[in-house]
């Protein structure tokens, strides 16, 4: 019988993670490296990965890698893929934790651009595809591997655009503030993928599963924060770092019996 900390343990596991220097990829690339994983780390502000991938060398003394990726761009995907693979000779987890917010992203509805729209469905839901796609090719390859897509609570529920009221629009002054659409579909989107892949996957010993996390807090407009956290059962936003506990329960051993499946951490939002 495995030990707690043999089941959770991820020291020298090789974890890529796209989408890197937001908030919670943050979290997820400093948490995953002092408990002793490489870090491959895949972003669109290289100027930003890079810094990280000093810090975490410097703090924790792994070995990280900072790589510059439009996930729009398929090249760019190979690309990366192929580094992971020619650094490190092997990928042990995936962890799809894009999000993209071009100009045009917070538009209302009845102003929403195809143009727009296209762009947050080519990087959130065409980038985690083909993220996958190469992912899973080295996965067969060396007979086992893990994926772990982000997803988000409006991926699960509609959008409670109540929560907005109030709530001043700085993108689109004049217009209410509420939660764009392109979000909802790409969130929804990533938590199908992971049944999918689950499925296409089945018997290849790949795992896929998802993780929703629900709001966290960084510095938010009062009238945002008060509406937000009556609506969860806990009462407030997420901090950064409560992800962490589940982010090294999906990358690690610990949920070996567990595909196809969406971790829920949202403070109760989706429970009434």
């Known amino acids: 019988m495995k030990t707690a900390e043999e089941l959770f343990s991820v020291k020298g596991k090789v974890i890529a993670i796209i989408g890197a220097t937001g908030i919670l990829g943050r979290q997820y690339c400093m948490f995953l490296s002092k408990e002793g994983a490489h870090v491959a780390m895949g972003d669109i502000n290289i100027d930003a990965c890079n810094e990280l991938a000093e810090r975490i060398r410097k703090d924790f003394k792994t070995n990280p890698l900072a790589y510059h990726i439009d996930i729009s761009e398929e090249s760019m995907i190979e690309g990366f893929f192929s580094a992971v693979e020619s650094k490190y000779k092997r990928l042990d987890v995936l962890v ?3 999000q993209t917010k071009p100009e045009g992203f ?3 509805f009845e102003n ?4 727009t729209l296209k762009k947050v469905l080519d990087a959130n839901l065409g980038g985690a595809v083909i993220a996958s ?3 899973c090719k080295i996965f067969l390859r060396q007979g086992y591997g893990n994926i772990v897509n982000i997803a988000s609570t409006y991926g699960n529920v509609g959008a409670d655009q109540r929560i907005y009221e109030g709530v001043k629009n700085i993108y689109f002054p004049g217009s209410p503030f509420s939660s764009p659409v392109s979000y909802a579909i790409t969130k929804a989107g990533m938590i199908n993928l992971t049944r999918y892949l689950a499925s296409y996957y089945r018997e290849k010993n790949i795992r896929v599963n998802c ?4 709001g966290v807090y960084d510095n938010h407009d009062e ?3 008060r509406n937000y956290s009556y609506r969860t059962l806990l009462g407030r936003m997420a901090d950064r770092d409560e992800y962490n506990g589940a982010i090294l329960f999906l990358v690690s051993e610990a ?5 196809g499946s969406n971790l829920i951490v949202d403070g109760g939002w989706t429970a009434i």
């Open 255 to 259: 949920s070996s019996y567990m595909t």
């Open 112 to 115: 929403y651009s195809m143009e």
């Open 133 to 135: 796609q190469k992912a």
């Open 223 to 225: 009238t945002f924060l």
């Open 96 to 98: 799809n934790n894009v």
């Open 106 to 108: 917070y538009a209302p």
């Open 211 to 214: 993780l929703t996390p629900g």
